[in-house]
């Protein structure tokens, strides 16, 4: 019997994982079809004139990867359903009220990355790395090289900025004790910046700055946000 349910819980998450692929890749086919615009204004939003490839594949290529992000972004919200429908069953109605909270904020906090991202990262990081040019050193922009960084930028604060609500969860589920986050702050800020020099397509200090920054402040929102709800909580 229990080999059995183990094999239904397979089958289910092999049927989920499907959906989810299928229905990116179908996002992805039509984002195909619109990539060439978006790259173009991509390329406009980084203003840095015009952008070259150096390969017979490279403008394809750059299509393909813009389709397959524009896929995967349009498909998230579907994933995040598809995980629910999976993991939610198995919950009692009290954890599937909270769950759900952590996952619309989950949803929200990537949305916030992403804008982050493209209004005050992409924009100010890529002026202050074009700024070390001069009039004999002038930058011939790769189009793979623009959009790593475009999309890079994008997808790691979107995932980034998970971090403040995965500590809040810690604390909220007693597996890691507010005492012993603030005790260790220090080192947390410093795992902070690491983390952001290794997700960040760049490693210049100031583009580091503008992500972990925000990334700090947020840090300490949640342990004050866990602070407030374990107190509430604990009132009769």
Same mark, same amino acid.
């Given at each position: 019997m229990n080999k059995a349910s183990f094999i239904d819980?397979?089958?289910?998450?092999?049927?989920?994982i499907l959906y989810s692929i299928a229905v990116a890749g179908i996002f992805a086919v039509a984002g195909f079809f619109v990539a060439k615009p978006v790259l173009d204004f991509i390329i406009q939003r980084v203003n840095v004139g015009s952008a070259y490839f150096f390969? &017979?594949?490279?403008?394809?290529?750059?299509q393909v990867k813009v389709a397959l992000f524009l896929g995967i972004f349009a498909a998230? &919200?579907?994933?995040?359903?598809?995980t629910w429908l999976f993991i939610g069953p198995g919950?009692?109605?009290k954890e599937q009220k909270v769950s759900m909270g952590y996952i619309i904020s989950g949803i929200l906090l990537f949305l916030i990355g992403v804008t982050f991202a493209y209004f005050i990262l992409i924009p100010f990081g890529l002026r202050f790395l074009l700024s070390f040019g001069s009039e004999n050193l002038k930058p011939i922009m790769n189009i793979s090289g623009v959009l790593s960084f475009v999309l890079w930028c994008l997808l790691g604060c979107g995932i980034m900025f998970q971090l403040p609500l995965l500590v809040f969860t810690?604390? @909220?589920?007693?597996?890691?004790?507010?005492?012993?986050v603030t005790?260790? @702050?220090?080192?947390a800020i410093v795992a902070i910046l690491i983390i952001c020099a290794v997700i960040t397509p760049t490693a210049d200090m100031f583009t580091l700055l503008i992500i972990s920054v925000p990334l700090i402040i947020l840090f300490e929102l949640s342990i004050l946000a866990a602070r407030i709800?374990?107190?509430?909580?604990?009132? &009769?």
């Open positions: 819980h397979l089958e289910e998450l092999r049927k989920r390969s &017979p594949t490279e403008a394809f290529t750059a998230f &919200p579907f994933i995040i359903v598809q919950l009692t109605e810690l604390i @909220r589920l007693d597996i890691v004790r507010i005492a012993t005790k260790h @702050r220090a080192e709800s374990l107190r509430s909580s604990r009132k &009769p």
